[in-house]
């Protein structure tokens, strides 16, 4: 019997290459984009590296300044106080206001407290 007349009638599938597409194998899972994947061998482990083990075990990300900028924003925004302190400093040092008499009466009384703390602990050993 034909084979053409034979997978109708009992329903046998029909395997002969006649009948058969080709389709690539990456066809089924879409793109090949998602499988692929670029290592480095580092000579001093023995062991390959991906791109990101790359990018996080780099020296320049472990200096302290970039340790303390990836702590730092994890609390505020980083950048935003980077920008205000550079408007700062080129907008100039704010004027220094001048010293009323209170101040310096203040400043007086902590210094003579301050020698008199020192004169008493003196007297004390």
């Known amino acids: 019997m034909d084979t ?24 089924y899972f879409g793109t090949d984009e998602q499988y692929k994947l670029q290592a480095v061998f580092n ?27 990836r702590q730092m924003q994890y609390y505020f925004d980083v950048d935003a106080y980077m920008d ?19 101040d310096l009466d203040r400043f007086k009384r902590q210094k003579h407290e301050k020698k008199m703390k020192r004169a008493r602990d003196w007297l004390c050993d």
């Not at 006649?18 to 066809?27: E, F, G, L, V, W």
Request: hydrophobic content about 25%.
């Open 84 to 102: 205000e302190r550079n408007r700062a400093r080129i907008a100039g040092p704010a004027p220094k206001r001048p010293l009323t008499k209170k």
């Open 4 to 27: 053409q007349v034979r997978t109708p009638l009992d329903g046998t599938p029909d395997y002969s290459s006649a009948n058969m597409i080709q389709t690539p194998y990456m066809s």
């Open 43 to 69: 000579a001093k482990t023995g062991k390959f590296q991906t791109s990101e083990e790359i990018e996080r075990l780099h020296p320049d990300r472990m200096s302290i300044e970039n340790r303390a900028t």
